[in-house]
């Protein structure tokens, strides 16, 4: 949090990374290609902005988990700033601390809204 409050005072901006899981590479490719454009271009605008303010999170056995709309789509991401911040890295989502940095997202998986959870 304390590096979130700082780039809201000081307006500086973070730059995020991008990782993407074996699972949401498969569920990426079988998307037909104007809907991954769009999606692509999405998750691009999203890391340029602040992808807190952009994304929602998620409760229960999902926590550290953040989802992110676009169209009839969902996205399943995590950020390592926030999971890294909260102590539950390893355990939500199987890396070490150590793999990851603080300005990393990794994409965990994607599908139609209503069949995602």
């Known amino acids: 949090m304390y590096i979130a409050r700082l780039r809201r005072t000081c307006h500086l901006r973070l730059t995020y990374r991008l990782l993407k899981t074996k699972r949401f590479k498969k569920d990426?490719?079988?998307?037909?290609?104007?809907?991954?454009?769009?999606?692509?271009?999405a998750l691009d605008d999203l890391i340029i902005g602040n992808p807190?303010?952009?994304t929602g999170p998620l409760q229960g056995p999902f926590r550290c988990k953040r989802k992110f709309r676009k169209g009839k789509y969902r996205v399943i991401l995590t950020i390592c700033e926030e999971c890294m911040n909260?102590?539950?890295?390893?355990?939500?989502?199987g890396c070490q601390g150590s793999k990851h940095s603080r300005n990393d997202i990794i994409l965990l998986w994607i599908d139609l809204r209503e069949d995602v959870y």
Not at 30 to 40: F, G, M, N, V
Not at 86 to 93: E, F, L
């Open 86 to 93: 909260k102590g539950d890295c390893r355990i939500v989502n």
């Open 52 to 54: 807190y303010k952009e």
């Open 28 to 41: 990426f490719k079988l998307l037909d290609k104007p809907i991954a454009e769009r999606i692509d271009k």
